[in-house]
């Protein structure tokens, strides 16, 4: 039998004929289909086409931030006189998925590992690094605010729709038991605010959330507009109003969404403010500004940038002051491992 024989089609079994076409039809239908779905740079598909844009939460997977908050505040009082001061801190905390969600609820482990901090107050400069065991902690009840979250670890719990559902610690809910009962009438007003807020759920958001509560629910395309609730702190006060959302841009298999917050309000409730022993009340003011970050192909968010600006109207007793404030936030994604 010559060469010829054996590369006739029609020598061929019917079997191996119908492999042989199925095998030709799936090889062509596949790659059209992967054109149309993966379309290119410059391609007019890609302002059409719609994304579910989604977080991951792997296990066993550690995933470590690091944080940069420069706050900038001057302070004029009804007599004229004014206060400028200006706070840059570093935090360094890391996320940990330990389980497997339950009903869709996913829980991360944050851990803030360390801290800097500079503080500015007229020609007077105040530092602190917690990892320099050998530089004197300064004296100052801002510190204090600004490090109470510091060493801790706690439970951020996310719904289905990556909205912060809760914060769980079994660390906090003794601390609390001990400001409120134990310590009560040995911690004054001021420090048991201080603390309280320290670890509350609007600050400890403030420092792990990346998201804010801002991806769609539904498909999006590019340039697709969508309002959701947000919340930012700026000198220790929770602002919090509608914000739109879009998604500002997709390459390369990451999203860019940016938010814009024209009108967030201040919560009303007591705070500390630097240099005031004593709780401010805050229910004026208003602050705006933009929130944009960035998700990888892999579901992490590898960097977000917050820029917002605006004056609120404190109040002490008969006293109202304004303060004008200006703060960025910067949250890079330094490394992911698997332990």
């Keep these: 039998m010559g060469w010829n024989d054996t590369c006739r089609m029609d020598a061929l079994p019917v079997k191996a004929l119908k492999f042989l076409l199925i095998l030709i039809l799936t090889f062509f239908f596949s790659t059209d289909l992967y054109a149309q779905a993966v379309p290119q740079k410059g391609d007019p598909k890609l302002d059409t086409m719609q994304y579910r844009i989604t977080l991951r939460y792997p296990t066993n997977v550690y995933t470590a931030y690091k944080l940069i908050e420069t706050t900038e505040v001057k302070r004029t009082y009804s007599d004229g006189s004014a206060k400028d001061y200006k706070r840059e801190v570093i935090y360094y905390f890391t996320t940990l998925v330990s389980k497997l969600p339950e009903d869709g609820f996913n829980t991360l482990t944050v851990t803030v590992d360390s801290m800097k901090y500079q503080f500015k107050d007229g020609a007077k400069t105040y530092e602190f690094d917690s990892q320099d065991h050998e530089k004197e902690i300064p004296n100052i009840l801002d510190l204090t605010v600004q490090a109470v979250p510091l060493g801790r670890t706690f439970d951020m719990i996310y719904s289905p729709y990556h909205e912060v559902a809760s914060i769980e610690s079994e660390e906090f809910e003794s601390l609390k038991e001990q400001i409120l009962n134990v310590g ?16 509350s759920v609007e600050t400890l958001t403030h420092i792990a959330d990346l998201a804010k509560g801002t991806i769609p629910f539904a ?70 500004g933009t929130y944009k970050y960035q998700i990888r192909p892999n579901g992490a968010i590898s960097y977000a940038e917050a820029n917002f600006e605006g004056l609120v109207y404190p109040r002490l007793r008969n006293e109202v002051f304004t303060q004008y404030m200006r703060k960025k936030s910067v949250w890079e994604l330094i490394k992911q491992y698997r332990w």
Excluded at 192 to 197: A, E, F, V
Excluded at 265 to 280: F, S, Y
């Design 184 to 199: 009560k009438g040995l911690m004054d007003e001021v420090n048991q605010t201080i603390w309280l807020r320290g670890f």
């Design 219 to 288: 498909r999006v395309s590019k340039d697709t507009v969508w309002k959701n609730q947000f919340r930012f702190q700026i000198d220790g006060i929770n602002f919090f109003d509608t914000a739109y959302c879009r998604l500002a841009d997709y390459q390369a298999g990451v999203f860019t969404i940016e938010v814009k917050a024209d009108s967030l309000k201040p919560i009303p409730e007591g705070v500390v403010l630097h240099d005031i022993r004593a709780i401010v009340t805050v229910d004026s003011g208003l602050v705006q």
